[in-house]
């Protein structure tokens, strides 16, 4: 563990680097005063583990250095023992306000402050794994709300287009009816979950299999990733996608890429037999089949079957 030591008497730091005293494990750096610690953490090029700050230092005092020490981003959470020969409990509660984690008296104890930094060293570890958690979480969070979402907007042309980008591409079309047919892609091996760990190559399975349809199709398509396993998709114009030619050259195409794990059980079906649409029609069309699909419920998201008839 790393740890920073502050304290104004060289006697107490020289103690405290002593391998013996706290065990040849952890790496001591030791200071002087408020201001050579905070420039220590400045030129750290990781965040020290633990910190040990005397409550009384010349200049910025210990508890005015611990709360400078709170505000900064890599240290809002990591232990600091305050060391100090006071009795005092009301600045010892001062000290825990100003975000101390634990204090050890002066005169050590050399067990009690061997104890006070193993209790420091647990609580490094617990915090290093939670952060460890939440930047997987957040990444797979990422990955999962819009698994595409670092792909450029496409308006100008098809292609990959986020969910929301797909329904508003609809949306703003010319008012009337189109010629357009939505159909979707089950992906059956995307359809749970991913562990944290699994993120990164989750989205990259689901961008192959969108690379591996969009370069299958036969005609100007957009497609979007609507999550649980499922794409949806338009082509534009009469003539309809074969839906059985796009499956066989989507799970080829993985296949020759060598994706057969997410290529098995891939299958690609019409989300409606009717062909012409109006944009509130085509969007609520979509809506309900993948609401339906992810066994949502709600007012909102079920569609009357008027909703499908051409105005």
């Known amino acids: 563990m790393r740890i920073l030591a502050v304290d104004d008497d060289p006697i107490i730091l020289d103690f405290l680097c002593d391998p013996d005293v706290l065990g040849g494990t952890h790496v001591i750096t030791p200071v002087g005063c408020a201001a050579d610690a905070l420039r220590a953490i400045a030129e750290a090029e990781t965040p020290f583990d633990a910190l040990l700050i005397d409550i009384y230092l010349p200049g910025q005092n210990g508890m005015a250095l611990c709360g400078a020490v709170r505000k900064l981003d890599d240290y809002d959470q990591t232990p600091i023992v305050i060391m100090t020969a006071s009795n005092d409990v009301d600045l010892i509660q001062e000290a825990f306000s100003a975000g101390a984690t634990d204090f050890v008296r002066k005169p050590f104890d050399g067990l009690e402050l061997l104890t006070r930094v193993l209790v420091a060293e647990t609580l490094a570890d617990a915090v290093q794994k939670r952060r460890e958690a939440q930047i997987r979480v957040n990444s797979l969070s990422v990955l999962l709300t819009d698994a595409f979402s670092l792909l450029p907007p496409q308006s100008a042309q098809t292609g990959l287009l986020r969910y929301m980008e797909l329904e508003n591409r609809l949306l703003t079309a010319p008012q009337g009816c189109h010629a357009l047919h939505l159909f979707h892609i089950m992906v059956p091996n995307a359809e749970r979950t991913p562990k944290p760990q699994e993120a990164e190559a989750f989205a990259a399975d689901l961008r192959a299999v969108a690379s591996a349809a969009l370069s299958s199709g036969n005609h100007k398509m957009d497609l979007a990733y609507a999550g649980h396993g499922l794409f ?53 069309a979509v809506r309900h089949f993948v609401n339906v699909h992810s066994d949502c419920s709600g007012s909102g998201d079920v569609m009357d079957d008027e909703l499908f008839e051409v105005a």
């Open 232 to 284: 949806v998709g338009v082509t534009y114009g009469r003539r309809c996608e074969s839906m059985s030619a796009l499956q066989i050259n989507i799970v080829k195409s993985l296949i020759e890429a060598g994706q057969d794990r997410i290529a098995d059980g891939i299958t690609c079906g019409s989300i409606s037999g009717t062909r012409v649409w109006t944009s509130r029609t085509a969007v609520a």
